[in-house]
């Protein structure tokens, strides 16, 4: 017998009570002296329905291209040998190392209409700065690492018989994918999706800046928070974090379900 | 974790391959290397003059300096919160165990915003310790100590999600063998858990180091964001973005995105010296 037990679990589960537990209950003790009727105004609010508009569409737009690039980057990282490969590998990583304000700054700057990318657009009259566009831009970017690092270990394990033998029974490149590779891959893929929708439902930094928040348009439901503290609206604010709490606990519970279904499939396979 | 040799097959004389290749390549460059270079050609927009102004002014210093004192402060303590937590977890069985990592992942699914206002609510004026913190004369929100406890809040998975899985793969064979064999519980971490999770230890605490640094709206509610006193080098950015000083927040972002650059080298390293090991490892178990 190992010791250290008490003291290692003590001090973990002080450290979670302190640090995460309390604030988090401080903040639904706030929002529960509210009142069922005030609350539900406050979160029932028209501005505050239109942020969650703009919010889970944006992130919807942002979690389906991310599920796109995030299957073809771990596709093209396990499958081929390239030169960069490498580089890639490590680079998929930049959205988590590089802080959400400076990420903010750079796609602003890239699709404001003299930017890089916005000088090109903008004549085409797809306006992506101070837009519901460019908050799941920024969605997007920040991002980008979930799917890809949710599907390539599952890629790389996979069994290299079971595709042969398909192909050798006849099936082609695209039987095999849909039939073989896919179902494999699927409970991860849609795994790394929710953790990228839960990221972009809470994302705060990188958009703030190439959003324009306007309200009823271009304003997320962080922002909307913010603001309800930085006009003393307590209770506003705590009921409008309290949303966003709760949303993130039901795609929490999604993500340990979806990853349970992938350890299940695992064992069947020998 | 793969358990058997990868076969990469080379693009070159396969169409589809080399479509999809360079499908990734080019998409990767537009998301992922423009935003980066953006930076740095936009810092340099106004000349290397002002871009030195910027980076040397007392403000931008200032910042810097605090963030670097919240990362010493913040690191060190989520350092031994994951140790704790990973010998816990990793080394008994216990009722909860799994309901334990779990909880322990909660952070990174809360929004920053939600745990700035969260904190608030313990610690402001209207806060749970609200009345007491002011009979006792003491402001802890939008000072650097809120700074530091949202940090402390946001990066706390980082450190034990890196270990949990490692030690549990070790397994405590070595562990039992220097305690029965007479080593204090102490002495058997330094010399035995220790050099085995070291690299994995790094790792988390690069990670975290890297997102403490970073943080931007968890910190911007707490911070009271007063111009040489509470502003992080984020916050820092954001003022110098809404002076319209659009030049002067690109230098002061280079600094981040330098750390950025540098902590992604870092990982790479530490994970192609893990795999290396491991395979060394594998290759010694068949011998």
């Not at chain 2, 990793?90 to 799994?98: A, L, M, V, Y």
């Amino acid at each position: 017998m190992l010791p250290g037990f008490g003291l290692t679990l003590g001090c973990t589960l002080l450290f979670l009570a302190l640090v995460v537990a309390l604030p988090l209950a401080a903040l639904l003790m706030k929002s529960a002296a509210l009142g069922w009727a005030d609350f539900l105004a406050v979160v029932g609010s028209p501005r505050a329905l239109a942020t969650y508009r703009v919010t889970v569409g944006a992130a919807l737009a942002a979690t389906l291209f991310n599920m796109a690039f995030g299957l073809l980057i771990a596709w093209i990282l396990v499958r081929y040998e390239f030169p960069g490969r490498r580089a890639l590998d490590a680079l998929v990583d930049l959205p988590f190392a590089l802080p959400t304000a400076v990420a903010g700054i750079a796609l602003t700057g890239l699709f404001a209409g003299n930017g890089w990318f916005g000088q090109f657009l903008e004549p085409l009259g797809i306006k992506v700065a101070h837009s519901v566009t460019g908050i799941a831009v920024a969605m997007a970017f920040t991002s980008v690492p979930f799917v890809v690092r949710t599907v390539q270990p599952v890629l790389e394990d996979m069994d290299p018989e079971l595709e042969e033998a398909a192909r050798s029974l006849g099936a082609t490149e695209r039987q095999v994918f849909a039939r073989v590779v896919f179902p494999v891959i699927l409970p991860a893929w849609l795994a790394g999706g929710s953790l990228a929708f839960a990221r972009s439902l809470g994302e705060f930094g990188a958009i703030i800046f190439i959003a324009g928040n306007l309200p009823f348009r271009t304003e997320i439901t962080a922002l909307l928070a913010f603001i309800r503290l930085e006009e003393f609206d307590y209770s506003g604010a705590a009921a409008i974090a309290t949303v966003m709490l709760l949303a993130a606990f039901l795609l929490l519970v999604l993500v340990n379900l979806l990853q349970a279904w992938q350890l299940r499939y695992l064992d069947k396979t020998p | 974790m793969s358990t058997r040799p990868l076969h990469r097959v080379p693009v070159t004389g396969r169409p589809a391959a080399m479509l999809l290749v360079g499908t990734g390549m080019l998409l990767a460059a537009l998301v992922l290397v423009a935003p980066i270079l953006a930076i740095a050609v936009n810092a340099f927009g106004a000349g290397v003059g002002h871009y030195l102004a910027t980076v040397t002014h007392p403000d931008t210093l200032h910042a810097i300096g605090l963030t670097v004192l919240t990362a010493i402060v913040v690191v060190p303590v989520n350092i031994a919160f994951g140790v704790c937590a990973a010998w816990a977890i990793c080394r008994f069985r216990f009722p909860g165990r799994k309901l334990l990592i779990a909880v322990i992942e909660v952070p990174f699914s809360v929004s920053p915003v939600v745990a700035g206002v969260a904190y608030l609510f313990v610690y402001g004026d209207q806060g749970l310790f609200g009345d007491a913190l002011a009979a006792m004369d003491v402001q802890v929100m939008f000072t650097v100590w809120a700074i530091f406890l949202v940090s402390l809040f946001v990066t706390s998975p980082y450190v034990a999600r890196e270990l949990i899985p490692l030690m549990q793969v070790q397994g405590s064979e070595g562990e039992e063998a220097a305690i029965s064999l007479g080593a204090s519980g102490l002495r058997t971490f330094l010399h035995v858990t220790l050099p085995n999770i070291k690299w994995g230890l790094l790792y988390g605490a690069i990670l975290c180091n890297a997102r403490v640094m970073g943080e931007f709206g968890a910190v911007s509610v707490v911070s009271g964001n007063i111009r040489g006193q509470t502003n992080t080098l984020p916050l820092h950015i954001e003022l110098l973005y809404h002076d319209y000083n659009t030049a002067g927040a690109f230098a002061a972002a280079t600094t981040l995105a330098v750390l950025a650059v540098l902590t992604l080298v870092v990982k790479t390293t530490i994970e192609r010296r893990t795999a290396a090991l491991r395979r060394e490892a594998m290759e010694d178990g068949a011998a």
